[in-house]
């Protein structure tokens, strides 16, 4: 398996501007992760997917903010009208159905810097 | 949400000592795992360690989750070692981590 991938790895957007961001998780991980990290933050959590549904989110996640993963497999998340303090590295993480594979893969991240 | 208290906040160590962190966590949980985040962001998994203790090589992770922490040593630190180490836990059913705000270690040569 190659592990969690996320594209693109850089993105660099002018303020009101719509981003997409893509994850794929490792392929027989049925639940996904979205977190954001600012400069000299830990990670914090955003959304969270088992397969297709979208079981739980943030309140940091506003009306801007969309996360869909439509066939239980990559996921995307959708930022408009972005701002300048969404500039943030966004990390998705995956991990196993059984209780004893909760361990989280976490993919090379986003940077997103908002101009 | 769970509270995750990690010290030191910054550790500089010359390359060969040995060093302790701690990960101090609000609630009871039943999901702990420790990250080394590197220079380019990317957060490496160390040990999932809900309880009890391992070791990989010079690194090994102790948590006791009914005093509410884990430890993480770092036996003959190299240069490699250095970058930032989190802490995470969470709970199976809330589906999600907790981390802390990192140790930051820097080894010299």
């Known amino acids: 398996d190659t592990g969690v991938s996320q594209n693109p790895r850089h993105k660099i957007t002018k303020r009101g501007q719509n981003v997409t961001f893509r994850c794929d998780p490792i392929s027989e991980h049925n639940r996904l992760y979205w977190y954001r990290q600012t400069l000299g933050q830990g990670p914090e959590f955003l959304t969270y997917f088992q397969n297709e549904a979208q079981l739980e989110k943030s309140r940091l996640l506003s009306d801007r903010f969309s996360a869909e993963r439509p066939k239980g497999s990559f996921s995307t998340l959708e930022i408009q009208r972005t701002e300048q303090g969404d500039s943030a590295m966004y990390l998705c993480?995956?991990?196993?159905?059984?209780?004893?594979?909760?361990?989280?893969?976490f993919g090379p991240g986003t940077r997103l810097t908002v101009t | 949400g769970i509270q995750v208290e990690q010290s030191p906040p910054d550790l500089i160590l010359q390359e060969g000592a040995n060093s302790t962190l701690r990960c101090n966590f609000s609630d009871s949980v039943n999901n702990l795992q420790w990250f080394h985040q590197n220079p380019w962001g990317q957060l490496i998994n160390l040990f999932y360690?809900?309880?009890g203790t391992k070791q990989n090589g010079r690194l090994s992770a102790t948590t006791v989750a009914t005093e509410r922490y884990s430890l993480l040593y770092i036996s003959s630190s190299q240069t490699t070692d250095s970058g930032v180490y989190f802490c995470a836990v969470g709970l199976y059913n809330f589906n999600k981590f907790y981390f802390g705000s990192g140790t930051k270690l820097n080894v010299k040569p």
């Open positions: 360690i809900p309880s």
């Open positions: 993480a995956s991990s196993g159905r059984d209780r004893d594979r909760y361990e989280q893969y």
